[in-house]
C-alpha cells in the first residue's frame, strides 16, 4: 500500500466481457480508507456488482491492479458480502446452520461458532427463527440471514451489493443498524446502492459509477447540490413530497424541457 490508512487501492482497472460493445468497468481509480463508510451508486449496469467481485477477489481485471492490505496481523484481511441474489449465498439447512458457516470455516468450534451465529442472527432480527430451514425464509429474510453470516464471521471489509432491494421499512431499519454498528466498530463497509434516501446520511463519501467510469467521489453533500445525479440515472432524492401528486418517479419539469 502507498498510503497508511488504506485498505483497498484499485489502481487503472478495466474489466470487460466478451460481446459486451463497451467495458464493464473502465479505468477506475479507487481507494477506499481503513473504517470508512462508503456509498456506491450508479444505474443499472454502471458496474457496481462487477466491482463488488474484484474487490472480494471473486473476479479479476482484465486491466489494472486491485490491492487488499493485509491485516495488522499480517494475515489475510476477511471481507464480507452480502450478494444481491441473497438465496444464491445460502449454505446451510437451517437458519442457525447457515450462520455458523463462516466461523466452523474459520476454525471456530462448535460452541463458539454457535455462539458467534446466535448473537449475527439477533443482530439481524432472526430471533426465534434459528431451526427454520434457510431456503423457506422471505426473500427479505434471506438478506438478513447474509447479513447475519458477514456478522457472524467477524469481517474487516463489509461489501453490501443492493441491500434494501425489497426489503420492508423495518428490514431498511434493521439494515441500517447493522451498517451504523459496523462503522462504529471501525469496519470498512461499502454499500452499492442507487437507493440513496435509504442510507447516505450514513455514509463520508459517495462515489458514483457511470457506464463503468467513476463519474463522482466525493462528499454526499455536495453531490446532492451540485452534481448531475440525474444525467447518471441516479435520483436525487432532495425533493419534497407534500401530496398525493408527488408521488410519482418521473422527470423533473426541468428535465422534461431539456430532453
Ligand atoms: N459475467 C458477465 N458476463 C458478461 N457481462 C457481464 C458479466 N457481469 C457483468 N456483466 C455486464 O457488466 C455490466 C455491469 O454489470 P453490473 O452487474 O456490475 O451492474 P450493476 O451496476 O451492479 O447493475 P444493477 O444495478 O442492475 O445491479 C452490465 O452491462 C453487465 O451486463
Ligand atoms: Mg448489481
Redesign the pocket.
Known sequence: MKADGLIVEIDGVSRT?P??DRA?LDGVDLSLRRGECVVIS??????????MHLIAGLDRPSRGSVRVARGPDGGETRIGLVF?DASAQILGDTVLEDAEFGPKNLGANPREAERRAREALARAGLSGKEYLPARTLSGGEKRRLAVAGILAMDAEIVILD?PYANLDWPGVVQVNEVVASLRTGGKTVVV?T?ELEKVLALAGRLVV?YE?RVAFDGAPDEALASAPLESWGIRNPLGSYTRAADLVWAPRPQEAEIR
Not at 450508479?42 to 466491482?51: I, P, R, Y
Request: glycine fraction near 24%; proline fraction near 0%; avoid cysteine.
Open positions: 466481457f460481446g459486451m464493464a450508479g444505474a443499472n449496469g454502471s458496474g457496481k456488482s462487477v466491482l444481491q443492493e452499492l442507487h459509477l463503468g
